[in-house]
């Protein structure tokens, strides 16, 4: 069964393997420039030494994050090739599983010659899971060694496209696409609508957990620091901002999205405030005010969110083997 099975996927893999050689002929490069320049300008040591307080004084690095950023700004778009990877892996390697055999009749042939079905659902299921497994955990490491300088010049492990691609998750949402896509195709019984119901599924669960369930994983921080202080939020903390804004005396939010800092000492603090005073936004004292999750809770949210689409994965293959025995 296991060489019957590498023969009727074997050109999949190859194509699965051109697909990848590809991507880090892409990926590698980049990558390789990105890390000499972030660590060569001195950005690398800066940061670090920085480190993930929740407020600093000033901002040392904000001139060396932006040249950073002008220049591979644009480069992290590249992680939407790295999203698609999960939904492609449900797609060629999941749909077809099932629905090539019973499209094309050739299940029957292989359930007469004395093989059972659930010799022959645990081979397949098995062997394919397993591939989806490696091609996982491989593409994830290699997104985080390539999205690291990214993530540390302010754009975070927890931003959208960031978490997606690195950690625990992207082993879960690949199982996942692949066990979506093995269903669908007990159920299509069609090679092509089994995809395009694996795409659709897959799109709107990753959107439903990411958009709905992500931000209440676990309940947000707050944090305030006075407007006219010497210390502002570090913004290379890593940490996923829910909101912010300025707050007067009364805890209303006054200037939403915003930060301001009065400080510096000598009459430019005084004026400062008084220039807020004069724009009418309520009693003092004023604060900026930002609510958050904290950059240590990243492994904390991979696993909830690993958690629950594996939890998934297992809900569907369960499925997909009662579809298996009830095709005739």
């Not at 700004?73 to 999941?94: K, Q, R, W």
Request: hydrophobic fraction near 50%; glycine fraction near 12%; include cysteine.
């Amino acid at each position: 069964m296991i060489w019957l099975t590498w023969r009727q996927h074997r050109r999949q893999a190859l194509w699965t393997t051109v697909a990848l050689v590809v991507l880090a002929a892409v990926l590698v490069p980049t990558g390789l420039a990105m890390r000499s320049s972030f660590e060569d300008s001195g950005l690398g040591a800066c940061l670090r030494a920085l480190g993930h307080a929740e407020l600093v004084d000033g901002g040392g690095c904000e001139a060396l994050s932006q040249r950073f950023k002008s220049k591979y700004e644009s480069t992290a778009y590249l992680a939407i090739l790295l999203v698609l990877l999960p939904v492609l892996a449900g797609i060629f390697l999941g749909a077809p599983l099932v629905a090539r055999e019973v499209e094309n009749g050739t299940h029957r042939l292989v359930w007469t010659q004395g093989i059972s079905r659930r010799r022959w659902i645990l081979t397949k299921f098995g062997l394919v899971g397993a591939v989806a497994l490696v091609l996982s955990v491989g593409y994830a490491l290699g997104a985080a060694w390539w999205l690291g300088p990214l993530a540390a010049n302010g754009l975070g492990r927890f931003r959208v496209l960031v978490f997606d691609v690195q950690g625990l998750a992207p082993i879960g949402y690949t199982l996942f696409a692949v066990a979506l896509g093995i269903l669908a195709g007990t159920l299509s019984r069609r090679v092509l609508p089994a995809m395009g119901v694996s795409l659709v599924a897959f799109i709107t669960v990753r959107a439903l957990v990411e958009l709905l369930a992500r931000p209440s994983f676990m309940p947000a921080k707050t944090l305030a620091y006075a407007v006219d202080g010497t210390e502002m939020a570090n913004r290379f903390a890593g940490s996923w901002v829910y909101q912010e804004g300025v707050r007067n005396g009364t805890g209303a939010i006054v200037i939403p999205d915003a930060r301001i800092s009065c400080g510096g000492g000598g009459e430019g603090v005084a004026q400062c405030l008084a220039g807020i005073d004069r724009d009418g936004y309520g009693p003092g004292p004023y604060s900026n005010w930002l609510e958050y999750q904290p950059a240590d809770r990243f492994w904390t949210f991979q696993a909830i969110e690993t958690g629950i689409f594996l939890a998934l994965t297992a809900l569907l293959i369960t499925l997909a083997i009662r579809r298996v025995r009830r095709i005739s």
